[in-house]
């Protein structure tokens, strides 16, 4: 007589349930390991949140639109001040914020005992001299009064500005942290004075010429096209006033971060419209994070020696 074949049993349902589990388990532990090595996961499930001062401008929407078709959520984080974004982003309000040039950036670090970096450039914006009474630089009579920003960057630029159209002299030929006390007064065609960016536009009806940033042209009723001077944003020089997405120094590598940058830098819906917003005068720049981290380095060290020596 054959003896009959061992029945096999069949497979429980609740091991093949934990088969399952499991198998899911490996599954979003690999991809949680992915989000967390890129960065684009932070552990808390929340957006990268990036400081501005103009959170309605138009680059913003496809910058974000961009970002998120790359797997990043990205919040936009409206600031009335300049002055409020890089405690903000040093006391970890923020993650980043685009607001400032690299000169800017390293008389903060230096004033402040700070270390905030530069991750990736988005346009330099031309700094330019207007004027409601004159047509050109020339018609600008000896001894006439011309208005800059009294704040400590875009005062040293001006002055290279207003240099450069041959209206003032500076010692040495000035630098990113020159000064109202560096003009050589007797070799000098005018008298400059100074105010509150935001007053610059204000003050046209009552000086022969003005420096205004590019933020307060609009609120004087004016265009690019209305500039008799303006720097030269191609000058190898004019690179410190770059503007740049900045972190933290921890973050310096972060590579969700850097690709922020990039995303900014490649996409022709951005540009355009940080172009445009600008009134045609800003020159989208890409420019290699170590780039940047090298002019600040050498701006800052600028800023230090000057301060000790004052």
Known sequence: MTTPAPLIDAPKRRNRLGLIIGAVVVVLAVVAAVLFATGAFDGRGKAVRIGVVGASDPQWQPFVDAAKEEGIDVEVVN????????????????????????VYLAQYNEGAGDDLTPVGATAIYPLALYSSKHASVDEIPEGGTV??????????????VLQSAGLVTLEGGGSS???????DQDASKVTVTTVDAALTATSLPDADAVIINNDFVP?????SDDAIAQDDPSDPASLAYVNVFAARADDASNE?????????EDTPAVIDALVENSGGTA???????DELRSILATTEEDVAASKAAE
């Open 177 to 183: 942290i020159s000064t109202l006390d560096d003009i």
């Open 147 to 160: 208005v800059v920003p009294n704040d400590e960057s875009n005062l040293a630029r001006s002055l290279l």
């Open 283 to 289: 020159v989208p720049l890409k420019t290699p994070a």
């Open 219 to 223: 609120d004087a009723g004016l265009t």
């Open 79 to 102: 600031f009335s001040e300049y002055t409020q974004l890089n405690p903000a982003l040093s006391e970890g309000e923020i993650d980043l914020n685009q607001f400032q040039h690299l």
């Open 256 to 264: 969700t971060y850097l690709q922020l940058a990039r995303i900014f």
